[in-house]
Antibody
Framework: EVKLLESGGGLVQPGGSLRLSCAASGFTFADFYMSWIRQSPGKAPEWLSF??????????EYNPSVKGRFTISRDDTQNVLYLQMNTLRAEDTAIYYC?????????WGQGVMVTVSS | DIQMTQSPSFLSASVGDRVTINCKAS??????LNWYQQKLGEAPKRLIYNTNNLQTGIPSRFSGSGSGTDYTLTISSLQPEDFATYFC?????????FGGGTKLELK
């Protein structure tokens, strides 16, 4: 069974940083592309970033809304996906999900809440 | 960016009804269109991928169709567990974008 478990969320002040983690199990993590997606309360989801697998050189894609502030990475030895978030703004407040890729997002984690507020 | 216009935003229906939800892309997305269902407090669940392919384990009352810029999700006979919010996603070109959602409510 595919399981994705996000952690690392919480309350952070504007301008601060946070690193999210996503622990994966139930599939061969190293073989799959992975993404981060967020969803503000009552809104549609927003795709943030995408990382390919080793066979595709771990190349990445970003939504322009977060490019330059957020960095996606992965550790295939630990089956963990990361999202480093810098220079956080109030509008980054959302639930953040990691998702496994097979024809875009086939499985999502349960999400972790990030609140940016002073 | 490709804009996904989803309609209707809200839909009231009864158990047993046939319902359709639409997504219109601002440009051709070559059938790279997925549908997701989200229940309150839960992560989205994929129903359909690449326009008309049913995700494993999803009931056959769900179906998808479309091409070019226009796509449709159909639920042939609503069941009580289908009342939820539905989103489309285009994954033809970056940034991948979602529709605004359709909240399906019990009439």
């Amino acid at each position: 069974e595919v399981k994705l478990l996000e952690s690392g969320g919480g309350l952070v002040q504007p301008g601060g940083s946070l690193r999210l983690s996503c622990a994966a199990s139930g599939f061969t993590f190293a073989d799959f592309y992975m993404s981060w997606i967020r969803q503000s309360p009552g809104k549609a989801p927003e795709w943030l970033s995408f990382i390919r697998n080793k066979a595709n050189s771990y190349t990445t894609e970003y939504n322009p809304s977060v490019k330059g502030r957020f960095t996606i990475s992965r550790d295939d030895t630990q089956n963990v996906l990361y999202l480093q978030m810098n220079t956080l703004r109030a509008e980054d407040t959302a639930i953040y999900y990691c998702a496994k890729h097979e024809r875009a997002f086939d499985y999502w984690g349960q999400g972790v809440m990030v609140t940016v507020s002073s | 960016d490709i804009q996904m216009t989803q309609s209707p935003s809200f839909l009231s229906a009864s158990v047993g009804d046939r319902v359709t939800i639409n997504c219109k892309a601002s440009q051709n997305i070559n059938k790279y269109l997925n549908w997701y269902q989200q229940k309150l407090g839960e992560a989205p669940k994929r129903l359909i991928y690449n326009t008309n392919n049913l995700q494993t384990g999803i009931p056959s009352r769900f179906s998808g169709s479309g091409s070019g810029t226009d796509y449709t999700l159909t639920i042939s006979s609503l069941q009580p567990e289908d009342f939820a919010t539905y989103f489309c996603l285009q994954h033809n070109s970056f940034p991948w974008t979602f529709g605004g959602g359709t909240k399906l409510e019990l009439k």
